[in-house]
């Protein structure tokens, strides 16, 4: 049912509706300006704090000014019915434009993307992040103009019960890896999204998809993407670079923020057009260089003036004789300068060839330099033995590479003060490992080392994978002496000391502060690895007081 009246609006017609709530076109009855009012869900009113984040994040969105960006009038409550009024824009929604349209040409993609990185410039300014950046909120003008609309709002609901049951906010095909694994979101996590979309433009089609969004979010989170060229060669590839830099897993990785990729995307345009106009001149160049010959009344007479033309540089060029060319005149100089050059190459070709032994002596006191030049032993030296002289080699170089592989894989891991390397294709294998390494990333050791065993029994009959078993088994172990190595780490731990500092209040008396701290330590530490016996410690001593606070 539609209401009548929301506040001072007049209420016309609906205009849609979702989970965040319904929208209606609505006329202020005392101004008579047309807006758009958007009424919340009432389960909303009912979450703790809600009202007072609603109303500063609407403050917040009401500061903003800026033409990409839908401008919000006002907000209030009626009847336990929270609402909010924004500006009415005519046009289609993203998600409506590609499901009609399919593909939008990439000059297009670049038109919109520098409009929204103008909205989110300045939303992040002022310290709004959006959290939920997707198609659908995304409306397009008849002529051009793009508006973002439900700033800020996402932020007001992820600041409920949501968060705290572990909950995440936003939609899973345009999600950041961070929000994903329930991380807070950055201005950077929305520039993930903005890549995503910017992928949706050039290919009809998310990054990742699959039959649930807890599957698409795992992906978000593993996952390799099919560059945007492999389905749309004609887009330029730096355009390509930007939009996979922007889905980068890492938030590090990506473009500092909304303004430095602008700037990116605007220099995309101009390098074509240079690109094209450097063509265009070459090719009108040669054009006009034919024409010119060939045109004119007499193509004779040209012709002629031509030849006589090139005959009189030639005869000018041998007037002018110089003193080298004197020098050079001379058969026992010349003789003596073709010895020297011949003597030159004999040196420059002993020195620049050297033989198999020692080549390999060179590519050993790399490998024996470290893991930084493993990777130049490898490409300089032992691959190029091994492809001259493999029966020769083998025995010699192969433990060697796979020494290399296997500190690579560790590498990849995260075991090492190395970059990890960027691989563009994964076996489920290799996939497997990737997956242990973000739960190591994220503390859970325990995880890590369940995946890494199971990895290791499945790769134990498959000989293919003989070095990416050797990695695993030496990662476990490495992984085994961390934790006998951090068990002093454990003994000055917060956990530790936070259980030590409560039983000190409890023997001092204090048993109002020993409660505070035995509850700050539980809603710390429970479900975290490693922490199962101090969140137990910590629940037994709470019962414990809470049972003598009278």
Not at 218 to 242: A, M
Not at 286 to 294: K, N, P, S
Not at 464 to 477: D, G, H, Q, S
Request: charged share 25%.
């Amino acid at each position: 049912m539609i209401p009548e009246q929301i506040g001072q609006y007049a209420i016309e017609r609906k205009i849609g509706s979702g989970g965040m709530g319904t929208v209606y076109l609505g006329r202020h009855r005392q101004t008579d300006r047309v807006a758009a009012v958007k009424v919340l869900p009432a389960s909303l009113a009912r979450e703790e704090g809600f009202v007072l984040r609603f109303t500063r994040e609407v403050d917040a969105m009401k500061s903003l000014s800026n033409p990409h960006v839908v401008e919000v009038y006002e907000s209030g409550v009626e009847n336990d019915t929270y609402y909010y009024a924004m500006e009415y824009v005519e046009g289609e929604t993203l998600s409506q434009r590609l499901r009609q349209s399919g593909r939008i040409p990439w000059r297009e993609v670049i038109e919109y993307s520098v409009q929204i990185c103008s909205a989110l410039k300045a939303a992040h300014d002022a310290g709004i992040i959006h959290r939920d950046l997707k198609p659908s909120n995304l409306l397009i003008t008849p002529a051009g103009q793009v508006k973002l609309l439900d700033f800020g709002v996402a932020q007001v609901f992820a600041s409920g019960k949501l968060t705290k049951t572990g909950g995440i906010i936003g939609t899973a095909e345009y999600m950041s890896p961070e929000q994903a694994q329930g991380r807070r979101a950055t201005k950077k996590s929305d520039l993930y999204s903005l890549g995503a979309v910017m992928y949706a433009m050039l290919t009809a089609r998310p990054p990742f998809s699959g039959k649930t969004s807890m599957e698409v979010i795992q992906k978000h989170k593993f996952g390799l993407f099919d560059r945007p060229r492999t389905y749309v060669p004609e887009i330029p590839h730096w355009l390509d670079d930007v939009v996979c830099q922007c889905l980068d897993k890492d938030p590090d990785k990506r473009f500092p923020d909304a303004y430095v990729l602008s700037l990116r995307l605007k220099e995309i345009l101009k390098k074509v057009d240079l690109s094209q106009e450097d063509k265009t001149s070459v090719s009108g160049t040669l054009d006009g260089t034919a024409e010119t010959i060939v045109s004119g009344d007499d193509p004779n007479a040209i012709g002629g003036t031509l030849m006589r033309d090139l005959m009189k540089a030639e005869l000018n060029r041998n007037e002018q004789v110089t003193t080298l060319h004197q020098v050079l005149d001379n058969t026992w100089v010349l003789l003596g300068l073709f010895v020297l050059l011949l003597l030159g190459g004999l040196w420059w070709f002993r020195n620049n060839n050297p033989t198999p032994a020692q080549q390999f002596a060179k590519g050993k006191e790399l490998f024996e330099q470290g893991p930084l030049y493993w990777s130049q032993a490898r490409s300089d030296y032992f691959l190029p033995l091994l492809e001259s002289d493999a029966e020769r080699w083998s025995e010699q170089i192969e433990p060697l590479l796979m020494q290399i592989e296997v500190q690579e894989l560790k590498q990849d891991f995260g075991l090492t003060r190395l970059s990890a390397r960027r691989v563009n294709k994964m076996s489920d294998a290799h996939r497997f490992l990737h997956m242990a390494r973000e739960y190591y990333k994220l503390g859970d050791t325990v995880r890590a080392e369940q995946i890494l065993r199971q990895l290791a029994e499945l790769l134990r009959e498959q000989p293919e994978y003989a070095t990416l078993r050797t990695a695993v088994r030496e990662i476990l172990v490495e992984l085994k002496t961390q934790d006998h190595d951090g068990g002093q780490a454990r003994e000055n731990s917060l956990a530790v000391r936070g259980l030590q500092q409560a039983r000190s209040l409890e023997e001092e008396g204090k048993t109002d502060q020993a409660v505070l701290i035995l509850q700050s330590l539980i809603g710390l530490y429970d479900g975290a690895a490693g922490a199962t016996e101090d969140v137990a410690t910590a629940r037994e001593l709470l019962e414990k007081l809470q049972g003598q606070t009278p």
